[in-house]
């Protein structure tokens, strides 16, 4: 394991270049302990790989976390991406309405848990005003549907019982953003990439003795860091640990008026349920959910012990580079119908565009797995994103690299490195489903539910 001071690797290979992938590179590129390193980072498919997670239409930028921690990691994020980060369309602050479907008489917290931690971290840990916006708050409370009514008055049907908006989140053009860091990365001149897939890690006894390529090529470093998704059960046992799990999206398109019409709303999250709309861009509108999602149970060979004949079964992505004519199953398709037209019921019959299933690799509490691997010194894993890790791409890199060194530069740093850390027990379930908040049943298997067609 790395502590204090990082030892001297003279080559790095990253795979995977998602969120994790190209914010490590960045942050490597620029430690003067690594000015001698030769940083190496591989991708199955030419960039940005079309079914990544962090490659779509928008992604939600917000501090309102109810985990105080993540909240303050944001709070580093999101000057950078009103900043430079964020220029030529790749954040737009629209807000953010996180509401409840529940009735005001419902008191329980715990039931509201989410929405009630994460108004009192923005308010009192990053010190966000409360009050209307035309007077000069942030953070305006939502108390009645009708005030939820009046924010989101453009779409015209129910969009909950009462929250708040907070009118300093926004959205991100996700496959800009992912675009614009491997152009930070490209411009350091300290990273080469390559586009290949990897076959198999080849493990010793305690360390990664090479990374064997599905066309024969095989590679060494010092260092291997997987970043590499919902893909990383398949390189690694990871069961009882991340799993991945696959998430509905669907896109209709709207005309110009609509487009005008629903443009300047902020972006509706709903706790009770997990469904989300993302303000439209270029006349598209998304409908999503944030949910327990689907697993794809796969028998494969134990993946760090190929030879010894053993099969495991792990939950894998299913996307279209695998099936073109992959959609969401009926289930999925109901909920963004049903609530596409409870929210906004002049679109309520628009068929859908396209369709897609986005896989997270999710964790038991969905803190995200970035660690050394406890049985192979070499092997540093950065995934377990669990549907909330694009936001950070300009500022997890470094937060990355400080576990790679051993080091931390604060306290949030140390809360961080201890709630990423490899777990001591591992899920005794089959598949993960992660209990931060979620909507959609727990338990589902995409086969299945496609077979209800």
């Known amino acids: 394991m790395a502590t204090g001071t990082a030892p001297l690797h003279s080559s790095i290979l990253i795979v995977g270049s998602g969120v994790f992938g190209l914010s490590t590179a960045y942050a490597l590129a620029q430690r003067p302990a690594f000015r001698n390193t030769k940083i190496t980072l591989i991708e199955r498919l030419e960039f940005p790989a079309s079914d990544a997670s962090?490659?779509?239409?928008?992604?939600?930028?917000?501090?309102?976390?109810?985990?105080?921690?993540?909240?303050?990691?944001?709070?580093?994020?999101?000057?950078l991406w009103r900043g430079e980060f964020g220029a030529e369309g790749r954040y737009t602050e629209a807000g953010l309405c996180l509401v409840t479907d529940e009735t005001a008489d419902d008191n329980d917290e715990d039931a509201h848990y989410y929405l009630v931690r994460a108004l009192e971290n923005v308010t009192?840990?990053?010190?966000?005003?409360?009050?209307?916006?035309?007077?000069?708050?942030?953070?305006?409370?939502m108390e009645t549907p009708e005030a939820v009514q009046r924010v989101m008055a453009s779409m015209g049907g129910d969009c909950g019982r009462r929250g708040y908006v907070n009118w300093t989140s926004g959205w991100a053009d996700a496959e800009a953003g992912v675009r614009h860091m491997r152009k930070l990365v490209e411009a350091t001149g300290r990273v080469q990439f390559r586009t290949a897939e990897v076959r198999r890690l080849r493990f010793g006894e305690d360390k990664v003795e090479a990374v064997e390529l599905v066309n024969g090529e095989v590679l060494t470093a010092d260092l291997i860091a997987l970043a590499t998704g919902a893909w990383t059960p398949k390189l690694i046992d990871l069961r009882g640990i991340a799993s991945a799990t696959g998430q509905i999206l669907a896109y209709l398109?709207?005309?110009?008026p609509e487009q005008d019409r629903l443009g300047s709303n902020p972006t509706l999250l709903c706790e009770s349920n997990g469904m989300f709309i993302i303000q439209?861009?270029?006349?598209?509108?998304?409908?999503?959910?944030?949910?327990?999602?689907?697993?794809?149970?796969?028998?494969?060979?134990?993946?760090?012990?190929?030879?010894?004949?053993?099969?495991?079964?792990?939950?894998?992505?299913?996307?279209?580079?695998?099936?073109?004519?992959?959609?969401?199953?009926?289930?999925?398709?109901?909920?963004?119908?049903?609530?596409?037209?409870k929210t906004i019921p002049s679109l309520a019959d628009r068929p859908w565009t396209y369709t897609r299933i986005c896989w997270y690799t999710d964790?038991?509490?969905?803190?995200?797995?970035i660690s050394y691997?406890?049985?192979?010194?070499n092997l540093f894993v950065a995934t377990g994103g669990s549907g909330h890790a694009y936001k950070f791409l300009p500022v997890v890199g470094e937060r990355i690299v400080d576990v790679i060194q051993g080091v931390d530069r604060d306290e949030l740093g140390k809360e961080l490195r201890a709630k990423w850390a490899w777990p001591s027990a591992k899920w005794k379930e089959?598949?993960?489903?992660?209990?931060?908040?979620?909507g959609g049943k727990k338990g589902m298997v995409l086969d299945e539910e496609l077979a209800r067609s």
């Open 124 to 141: 009192k840990r990053l010190g966000l005003r409360v009050g209307k916006r035309e007077a000069g708050g942030q953070v305006e409370l």
């Open 363 to 369: 964790t038991p509490k969905g803190d995200w797995l």
């Open 373 to 377: 691997h406890p049985k192979y010194s």
């Open 280 to 341: 439209p861009r270029n006349r598209v509108l998304k409908v999503a959910r944030h949910g327990y999602g689907y697993a794809n149970p796969t028998c494969i060979p134990h993946p760090e012990r190929p030879e010894s004949g053993e099969t495991i079964t792990v939950s894998l992505p299913r996307t279209k580079q695998d099936d073109p004519y992959l959609d969401i199953a009926p289930e999925g398709d109901k909920a963004c119908r049903e609530y596409l037209a």
């Open 54 to 79: 962090s490659i779509d239409s928008s992604r939600i930028i917000r501090p309102d976390y109810a985990d105080g921690a993540y909240a303050a990691l944001m709070a580093e994020g999101m000057p």
């Open 430 to 438: 089959d598949h993960i489903w992660t209990d931060d908040w979620r």
């Open 253 to 256: 398109d709207l005309t110009q």
